[in-house]
């Protein structure tokens, strides 16, 4: 690593540095293992409600982006729209390579209406800068569900279920590269089975002909930073996909 990329990553709250070894034994590039662990553990679940009807998914998968992300924001398919300030559709470029798909909106992502933008979303976006990426460009943001769950809880069944035909419907419209499920619940919808984080990284899944990488949520990141090394690890075997068509 020259200095200028050292000094860039160190302004950027990026060190002491991670390193990675590629398998022609150079170093590939790093993340912080000691960034700031102060992420708020999700609260105690909060009990469910009856779900309103869902949009039929035959027209949801017909939609343009701009009808798609209407229908988003006046959503009411589930009980997650009681408690909402607004639906969180997703960010990004729509013609990206790089899709990264999380749980659900926190306090501030349903405050602000983007996805990724409290202390995991930083997290997230240097490990982009890591990555040679930058979000809005070759990156697009999502998450399983749209509205924020009551208390950052785990979002219920039901609930991704109603979201899944909009999920769809993005990567659908998108065809990126490589989707990258950060965290169980998002792994678990992509691949619609269950999924342990610890089993399922390192390897290969495929979804509609895309494939499909599992990793650590930037959350659990924040809270248990000795396992950012293993989220590198997986972040450089995404990237080497990508770099070989998958």
């Not at 949009?55 to 998968?61: G, I, K, T």
């Not at 009681?82 to 960010?91: I, L």
């Not at 990126?176 to 965290?183: D, E, V, Y």
């Not at 169980?184 to 399922?200: C, H, K, M, T, Y």
Request: hydrophobic fraction near 40%.
């Amino acid at each position: 690593m020259n200095l200028r990329r050292s000094a860039i990553l160190r302004e950027m709250g990026l060190t002491p540095l991670w390193r990675l070894r590629n398998s022609a034994g150079t170093v590939d590039a790093a993340i912080d293992v000691n960034a700031s662990s102060s992420e708020e553990a999700p609260e105690p679940d909060e009990s469910s409600q009856s779900a309103h009807p869902s949009a039929p998914a035959s027209r949801v998968a017909e939609m343009d982006w701009q009808e798609l992300e209407e229908t988003i924001h006046a959503c009411r398919a589930c009980v997650l729209c009681e408690k909402r300030t607004q639906a969180v559709p997703g960010v990004g470029d729509r013609q990206a390579r790089w899709m990264f798909i999380g749980e659900g909106p926190g306090a501030e992502e349903d405050r602000r209406g983007e996805p990724f933008v409290g202390q995991a979303g930083r997290l997230l976006d240097h490990m982009l800068t890591a990555l040679g990426l930058k979000r809005g460009e070759d990156v697009y943001i999502a998450n399983a569900v749209k509205c924020r769950p009551p208390l950052n809880r785990t979002p219920e069944a039901a609930e991704t279920a109603a979201c899944a035909p909009f999920l769809d419907r993005q990567i659908a419209l998108i065809r990126p590269r490589l989707l990258i499920a950060l965290g169980r619940p998002a792994a678990q919808v992509l691949l619609g089975r269950e999924i342990s984080i610890g089993a399922a990284r390192g390897k290969r899944f495929e979804r509609d002909g895309m494939p499909v990488i599992v990793t650590y949520h930037p959350a659990y990141l924040l809270r248990n930073p000795l396992d950012k090394g293993k989220a590198w690890e997986d972040l450089c075997f995404a990237r080497r996909l990508v770099e070989e068509g998958g």
